[in-house]
Every structure is written in C-alpha cells, then in structure tokens.
C-alpha cells in the first residue's frame, strides 16, 4: 500500500506555530491534489485545506482561514502545511492524503485514495 509520510507535529503553546511537512519516496506528487485533513479526539476528521497540482489554487476551511496556508515544492516532492496562531482547538491528528483528480473539491474527502498515517498536534498551555 502505497502511503504518504507526514512530518512536523508536536506540542506548541497557544498563539504558536507549526509547520507541517508532507512527502513520500514511491511516487511523485506533483500530478496531483494534496490535502490535510485532521481529526480531534471524539470528533470526526475534516478538511482542513487542499491544493492543486500547480499549487495555483488552495481550498481551506473556514475555521483556519488566515491562519494556516499550505505551500508546494515539487522539486522536494514535498507539501507543506504552515499554521499559525494556533488554538487549542487545532489539537489533533494531522493527516495529508493525495487525490486522484489534479484540482480540489473544496476541503472535502473527495477521491482521495493515498494517505499517511498523520502527525499529532497539541495546543495546549
């Protein structure tokens, strides 16, 4: 099974930051959507944001928008997830998945068929 490796979590004060690393030595990114997604504990997991290809275009949830932006180095077959201003509520498991399609619907798991098995964020005093 092909798998994703996320990088880059931790424990971090709120108001801090945290940048998150997703990348993988099977296959190359770059044709493809890649998106984050997290999930707290007791709740359901959800997007977080997604971007094309290009990296032209980024999707995020309303409740991170401003505050995380996600970035692309193809050359580094690498996707990044920068978060700042972090809130306790940000706490989670913090997955990347790749789609199949080269654009993004929204922050939704839609044809995403590749995922790693997340990187734990703690926001906590």
């Known amino acids: 099974q092909l798998q994703l490796v996320e990088s880059g979590g931790g424990l971090v004060q709120p108001g801090g930051s945290l940048r998150l690393s997703c990348t993988t030595p099977?296959?190359?990114?770059?044709?493809?959507?890649i998106a984050w997604f997290r999930q707290a504990p007791g709740k359901e997991r959800e997007g977080v944001g997604c971007?094309?290809?290009?990296?032209?275009?980024?999707d995020y949830a309303d409740s991170v928008k401003g505050r995380f932006a996600m970035s692309r180095d193809n050359a580094k077959n690498t996707v990044y997830l920068q978060m700042n201003s972090l809130k306790p509520e940000d706490t989670g498991l913090y997955y990347c998945?790749?789609?199949?399609?080269?654009?993004?619907?929204?922050?939704?798991?839609?044809?995403?068929?590749?995922w790693g098995k997340g990187t734990l964020v703690t926001v906590s005093p």
């Open positions: 998945a790749r789609s199949i399609y080269s654009g993004c619907f929204g922050v939704r798991n839609f044809g995403m068929n590749y």
């Open positions: 099977e296959f190359s990114l770059g044709n493809y959507a």
């Open positions: 971007m094309t290809n290009s990296g032209g275009s980024t």
